[in-house]
């Protein structure tokens, strides 16, 4: 795996023996960002809904991205020349195999970039930690990330939700984007709401069409509201 930068870190943050989390802290003591993955079939929008966080959320917050290519550096290059943060806060992992290895089987590229990005620019809030696209099973390892988001886009298919798996059924929030090609594409969106209730259970569903003006909203609250919670160690 390939960073856009070498690595030089200090000791490794632990991971907590009864949660299989990192530990909450950082080495000076400060609580360290909230990581929030973001996973997904290819083409869903996820670096959509990456860029559409961060221009929300940039003004009142201290915000980093990590994103997830097997052999180039497209998202985060397109991230930059967007100029959702400044460039600096975008980096870039190479995983060089199926998207899945880097998020859920072998972390470390990861959480070296995420503790690199908290080493250099200083206190954050939030690191988005996006993976490359994946198929319905992609799950991130709970030692790489607090959180984690699936999306999922209508013009893939109405019966998406009900087909179940892991990014599906367990993701904290999942998120159906691309509503706005519903008429287009014939997708029944009360349906899909009804399939992802079955599947997911009491767990969160956002509908979302980032081409609206404020189409993020219901993604950005939720993440709002999951570091209200990160920074009282409700969510620890």
């Known amino acids: 795996m390939h960073l856009d930068h070498p690595v030089t870190l200090p000791e490794r943050h632990t991971h907590s023996a009864d949660s299989g989390r990192p530990d909450a802290l950082r080495p000076d003591g400060r609580r360290r960002a909230l990581r ?4 997904g079939p290819v ?27 097997i052999y180039t550096r497209e998202d985060a290059e397109f991230l930059r020349r ?21 998020i859920r089987d072998d972390i470390s590229a990861n959480l070296e970039a995420a503790e690199q990005l908290e080493q250099d620019l200083g206190a954050l809030d939030l690191i988005l930690i996006e993976s490359g696209g994946d198929n319905l099973t992609a799950t991130f390892s709970r030692g790489l990330v607090d959180t984690q988001v699936f999306v999922i886009d209508v013009a893939s298919g109405d ?8 990014g599906i059924t367990t993701a904290d929030l999942l998120v159906i984007n691309k509503t706005d090609l519903a008429p287009y594409v014939g997708a029944d969106l009360a349906g899909m709401a ?6 997911r259970g009491s767990l969160p569903v956002a509908f979302t069409s980032l081409t609206s003006a404020d189409g993020i909203r219901p993604v950005a609250d939720w993440v709002t509201a999951r570091l209200a919670a990160w920074r009282t160690g ?3």
Do not use: F
Request: glycine share 10%; with cysteine; hydrophobic share 40%.
């Open 36 to 39: 929030v993955g973001l996973g």
């Open 159 to 166: 019966d998406i939700p009900r087909k179940g798996g892991p």
């Open 194 to 199: 009804v399939d992802a209730e079955k599947q």
């Open 82 to 102: 967007e100029a959702v943060l400044p460039p600096e806060r975008i980096t870039a992992v190479e995983t060089g195999a199926c998207p899945h290895t880097a």
């Open 234 to 236: 409700a969510a620890a």
């Open 43 to 69: 083409g869903s929008g996820k670096t959509a809904t990456v860029a559409a966080l961060c221009r929300a959320l940039r003004d009142t917050l201290s915000i980093a991205v990590v994103t997830n290519d």
